[in-house]
Structure formats: structure tokens, C-alpha cells
């Protein structure tokens, strides 16, 4: 009897090698290298490959095609794949579990099969009844919406085989196995394996897959990165569970542009489209709080308002607190000692605490003034006239840097009816058809001034 070829793969990057070894070469990860079974060898093993061998042509000669697109009607969603979803399309979703990736869709199930289209919906984490239950609830009911609950890929093809349907939903990649690889479901051979069929299939049949995956605990797709690579186009699903919006964002797209997002919020009848995102980071604001800043910053190509608040109370530890939610902490602290250094204010026996209001995570250093000034103003307990938003950049010698797509950004606070702007100096060119009172800055010191004393 032979004996069966075993490799060492990281769960991490899927790089694969003959020994184990404590820490992946590719990616450097710890601790991710697990035994599985070669199947690099082994031939024959995508089946569905269609059968006409490509040949070479010359560029000018081949025949561009326009992609067919199917339209799910929302429209979020749609501007967010670049005009619809293109048949044969393979997408992967990611997200934390509970977040709302099969609800989503399940609903672009419904609005797909609403138009005649045959959708295969493979529910391999819960049962039919479960996310039948759900399709209830959501109010979906269609003809062309077929559920399967299985997770053995052969069967799964076999049904495809069948049926031949339009779309096919794969609820989740982790938990699809193929019966001839011995590593469990999620692994990284199995995710591969399985993952690389159904590529096959959607190129092949031009059929348009959704697979589902699960992110770890890092923010990554569960299993092999490998999987992005093999796919058209990634979406991302985040959010914070505790408030009821959602961001879809694509990381990849080869049919449409990439890092756009879509708001959604998560309600009893599923997902709603948020056609105005700035409205409902803004809901609940108070106005006339000290600590409280406006900033418009951007997400993908889309102007959001949110606001920032900061809290200052004095400590009483040695050492004060500093605590951030929805932006970097590090960021925080060197903003922090700008203010100490060149405005003069004493923090290190005060505790601060900054919030991005409604669960939003900004990373981009465009909010570095608005922070400043919710500091400020919780310190100086006097409010920062409620109708006027704050942007900018702030470099440690305390100088006021100009951010990009100035215009979307003010456009959008013009249009939630502010009145008021403090940006960079040097981004003042240029500004002249918006409907706001614009200021610009040069130094920290001035923007305080301005906006406090
Ligand atoms: P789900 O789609 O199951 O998440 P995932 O597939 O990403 O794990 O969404 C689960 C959550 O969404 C669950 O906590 C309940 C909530 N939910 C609603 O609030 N309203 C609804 O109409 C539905 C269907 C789910
Ligand atoms: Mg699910």
C-alpha cells in the first residue's frame, strides 16, 4: 500500500511545505502550520474545467464581450458592484458571524429570483427550516429560490448539474468538504479545494456564485488568504453589533471600482439600504454639548458626517487615562501631546476619552483637528457652534495639513445644513460654488481660537 502524502499548510497564507515549522516563511505568522493531505499531484481534480483549450491571439484582435449584468434592484448594492452583478461573477462575503451575511443574501435571493432568474440557495450552516423560517419573516417567498441543505461538495454539484441555476449561494465556503480530502471542513485544503471547483463552475456555466466566509478574530477570511485570490470580487460586512447599521465594503473588484461602501441597516424586516448615511450618524446627536465636533470624513468615495466627542475629567490615578473607541489610540496620544506642547494646556492629570458616535471606525488622519477640538472644548467646557464641521490633518509641529476630495466633503455637510466650515489653508483653492462660510486654517492654535475662545 502506498503511503499518503502529507504536507504541512499555514492556516494564514495557505503556503504549503514538506516539515512543520514554527513560524510560516511567506507570512510570518506563529504557530499556523497544520498537517494535511498533497493533493498537488494528484490529476484530474477539476472536473467541471470547461472543455475548449484557449489559444493565443493578438491583443488587438480579441473580441471584447460586454458583460451581461443582473441588476438586484437595490440600489446600494448595485453601485457598490460597479452596475449590477455579472454573470459568471465568483464573490466571496466575508464577515463576523451575526453580522447579517446570510440575511443579505438571502434578500438579493429573493430580489434575483423575482426576475425569473433560477437561484440556489446552499444553506450548509443551518437547516432549510431555519432559513426558511427566516425567508418567512423577511417576507420572501419565490419559485425560483431553491434551498439545499448540504455541505458535501459532489452533492452539491450534482444539484447544480440538475438544475442548472442562474445564481448559487454557498452559506458558508468554511463548511463545505470534499469527501476525498481527509482535513476537516474549513481547513485550508479543504477551503482551496472546494473553492477552486466552484471557480470552475462559475467560469465555466457562467453561472454567478456568492460564497460566504467567516473572518477570524484578526479581521481575515477564516482559512487560506488564498481564497481572495481566487475570487472576482470581495465584499466585506462590518459593523458593530451593538448598533444597527452595517458597511458593506469591496475590498476587490475586477468588475467595478474598489474600496465604495453601501450602508445598511439592520431592522425586523432585514436589511434596509441607507441612501443617506450622514442622517443617521447624526440622529441622535445633542447639540450645544461641549466635547461634541462634526467632521465630515470619507468613506471609499462616499462623504459621511459623524461626530466625535471627547470627554476631559480630571484623573485620579497617577497615571491618566486615554481611551478611544472608532479611532486609533496611538493617534490620540499624538494629538494629545500637540496640545500640550503647543497650545499649553496641562492633560497629564486629566483622563481623555474620544468616541466616534454610532460605532463608526475612522482611520483616516483627516479627523486629527475635529479631535483637538472636542478636546478642547470638553476641557474648556464651552461647545463649539453646533452648525459648523472641522476638517484637517495635524502634523506634530502643530501645522494644519490639507486633506483630499475637499469638495464631496463640504458639499455633503452643506447638504445636511451646515453652515460653517474650518478646514486646511491649503486646501482653499478652488472652493467657490459651496453654499458654506469657509475658513482657513493654518496652526492648531488658530482653529482653537477661532472655534473656542
Ligand atoms: P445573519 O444573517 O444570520 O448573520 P450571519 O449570516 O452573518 O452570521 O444575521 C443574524 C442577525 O441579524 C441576528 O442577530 C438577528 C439579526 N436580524 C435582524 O435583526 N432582523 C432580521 O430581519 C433578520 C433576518 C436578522
Ligand atoms: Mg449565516
Not at 470534499?178 to 482551496?192: D, F, H, L, N
Request: with cysteine; aromatic share 4%.
Amino acid at each position: 500500500m502506498t503511503k499518503q502524502k502529507t504536507v504541512w499548510a499555514c492556516s494564514e497564507c495557505g503556503h504549503s511545505q514538506p516539515k512543520w515549522s514554527g513560524q510560516c516563511k511567506e507570512c510570518n505568522q506563529w504557530n499556523t502550520f497544520h498537517e494535511e493531505q498533497d493533493f498537488s499531484h494528484e490529476k484530474s481534480r477539476f472536473l467541471a474545467q470547461p472543455l475548449t483549450a484557449a489559444k493565443p491571439q493578438r491583443v488587438d484582435e480579441v473580441v471584447i464581450e460586454e458583460n451581461i449584468r443582473v441588476k438586484t434592484g437595490m440600489k446600494e448594492m448595485d453601485r457598490l458592484l460597479g452596475n449590477g452583478i455579472v454573470q459568471g461573477c465568483f464573490t466571496l462575503v466575508g464577515g463576523d458571524p451575526g453580522i447579517g451575511k446570510s440575511t443579505l443574501l438571502l434578500q438579493i435571493s429573493h430580489l434575483i429570483a423575482k426576475q425569473g432568474l433560477l437561484v440556489l440557495y446552499v444553506c450548509g450552516e443551518e437547516s432549510t427550516a431555519q432559513t426558511s423560517l427566516r425567508a418567512r419573516r423577511l417576507g420572501i417567498s419565490s419559485e425560483n429560490l431553491l434551498l439545499l441543505s448540504e455541505t458535501n461538495y459532489s452533492h452539491i454539484k450534482r444539484h447544480i448539474d440538475e438544475l442548472s441555476p442562474d445564481f448559487v449561494i454557498i452559506d458558508s465556503i468554511q463548511i463545505i468538504y470534499k469527501s476525498e480530502i481527509t482535513s476537516a471542513p474549513g481547513s485550508v485544503t479543504q477551503v482551496r479545494e472546494t473553492a477552486t471547483e466552484l471557480m470552475h463552475l462559475a467560469k465555466g456555466r457562467a453561472i454567478s456564485i456568492f460564497l460566504i466566509g467567516h473572518v477570524t478574530k484578526s479581521g481575515e477570511i477564516a482559512g487560506p488568504r488564498v481564497l481572495e485570490h481566487l475570487v472576482d470580487t470581495v465584499l466585506y460586512f462590518e459593523g458593530d453589533l451593538q448598533h444597527n447599521f452595517r458597511l458593506l465594503r469591496v475590498v476587490k473588484n475586477r468588475f467595478g471600482s474598489t474600496d465604495e461602501i453601501a450602508v445598511f441597516q439592520m431592522g425586523e424586516g432585514g436589511l434596509k439600504e441607507v441612501e443617506n448615511p450622514s442622517q443617521i450618524f447624526l440622529e441622535e446627536r445633542m447639540k450645544g454639548n461641549p466635547g461634541s465636533v462634526i467632521i465630515p470624513t470619507v468613506e471609499g468615495s462616499r462623504p459621511i458626517l459623524v461626530e466625535v466627542q471627547a470627554l476631559v475629567t480630571n484623573t485620579a490615578y497617577s497615571t491618566p487615562t486615554r481611551r478611544s473607541i472608532g479611532l486609533d489610540s496611538n493617534r490620540l496620544g499624538l494629538l494629545l501631546a500637540v496640545m500640550e506642547k503647543k497650545i499649553g494646556y496641562q492633560l497629564h492629570n486629566k483622563d481623555v476619552f474620544v468616541s466616534v458616535a454610532g460605532g463608526l471606525k475612522i482611520v483616516e488622519p483627516a479627523i486629527d483637528l475635529g479631535v483637538i477640538l472636542a478636546v478642547s472644548s470638553s476641557l474648556m467646557n464651552r461647545m463649539i457652534d453646533p452648525e459648523t464641521v472641522v476638517l484637517g490633518e495635524v502634523g506634530l509641529g502643530g501645522e494644519i495639513r490639507s486633506v483630499s476630495r475637499i469638495e464631496g466633503r463640504l458639499k455633503e455637510a452643506a447638504h445636511m445644513g451646515f453652515k460653517k466650515a474650518l478646514i486646511p489653508k491649503k486646501n482653499l483653492g478652488g472652493l467657490t460654488e459651496i453654499p458654506l462660510e469657509i475658513i482657513g486654517m493654518e496652526r492648531v492654535e488658530d482653529a482653537i481660537h477661532a472655534t473656542i475662545s
